[in-house]
């Protein structure tokens, strides 16, 4: 199961209590104070795990805690620190204030670490608190109470080419062909309900990833079909391609539709590179095969069924990519 958007309670450990202690041994007299200090509280810690690429884990488990710090003890022992609640997330998730929406991290490299919340601060033992005029201090501080936060969590996959078509356009089918990607295939639409990730390789040395994203229909950005709530993973990607099926009745208008529905989702969508192909040609006569669909538009017609293109595909792919730079 594939979730990309959930919400957790986070809260960090609270920090231990300061030691009021006195030295006392036979033939010491006076010995002062010796309590030790608390332990700090845990953090709450956030880790990309290129291993993940979901937020399953975190639609069943919404609460996580850190560890409280221990108090300190006498001899000016301090107490052991509370242990981090280390929270694993697939590379490409963002995290923010369930309330305000505030943007409070984004881990988009393979084990990066954000702190997000800060544990509480030990207290002091009265050792801490001796002075030359007062060397039999009474008290010790208590520890700092751990903070709170509700978050949530939005995973939007990383990928250099983002697949963009109406459903039953071939982009499962393209995946499978050209990389090891094994998404579900059929006869009708909306057969990809969720993002499908695969690494086609160039050569012996080089590779890009690719990403087949549910198909979008005329008004994906309003929440009709799968589209709208896989549109963010686009965002992620360095290059879109846009496939138009060249048996549809009206290839042109299909690709003016696909085209609004990212701008109307995001304007930003509009300045990344983007290559049109044309698919399905192994459904034509031969003889309209080598034809223009889109008044010069299409950078290459290809059939994922017979292999014709495909390979001019990849390396036209790996052009684009190696000049993109991933809008973020």
Do not use: W
């Amino acid at each position: 199961m594939f979730v990309d958007l959930t919400k957790i309670y986070a809260r960090s450990g609270s920090g231990g209590k300061g030691c009021k202690s006195f030295r006392r041994e036979k033939y010491v007299p006076r010995g002062g104070p010796d309590g030790g200090d608390g332990g700090d509280g845990g953090d709450v810690v956030f880790i990309a795990d290129s291993r993940l690429a979901t937020l399953l884990d975190y639609r069943y488990q919404q609460h996580l805690r850190a560890g409280h710090g221990a108090s300190g003890s006498g001899k000016k022992r301090a107490g052991r620190r509370g242990d981090d609640a280390e929270i694993p997330v697939p590379v490409g998730t963002l995290v923010k204030d369930a309330e305000t929406g505030e943007l409070l991290a984004d881990l988009t490299e393979p084990g990066q670490r954000v702190v997000l919340i800060m544990g509480g601060r030990g207290g002091r033992g009265n050792a801490r608190f001796a002075t030359p005029t007062n060397r039999t201090p009474e008290h010790a501080q208590p520890g700092q109470a751990g903070s709170e936060r509700h978050l949530e969590l939005e995973l939007k996959l990383i990928a250099d080419v983002g697949l963009v078509g109406h459903p039953n356009a071939g982009k499962s089918t393209l995946l499978s062909r050209i990389s090891a990607a094994q998404p579900k295939i059929a006869d009708y639409p909306f057969t990809t309900l969720q993002p499908n990730l695969g690494i086609v390789k160039c050569g012996d040395y080089d590779s890009f990833v690719m990403a087949d994203i549910p198909g979008l229909i005329e008004g994906a950005h309003e929440g009709k079909g799968l589209g709208f709530q896989f549109l963010r993973h686009i965002e992620r990607t360095r290059v879109l391609l846009f496939m138009v099926d060249v048996t549809s009745p009206n290839p042109e208008r299909d690709l003016a539709v696909l085209k609004e529905e990212l701008n109307q989702f995001s304007p930003k969508l509009r300045e990344k590179p983007a290559m049109l192909i044309a698919t399905k040609l192994d459904l034509l006569p031969p003889e309209q095969r080598g034809a223009s669909f889109f008044e010069g538009q299409t950078d290459l017609g290809i059939s994922s069924v017979t292999g014709q293109g495909l390979d001019a595909l990849i390396q036209k792919l790996r052009h684009y990519v190696r000049n993109a730079t991933a809008i973020r």
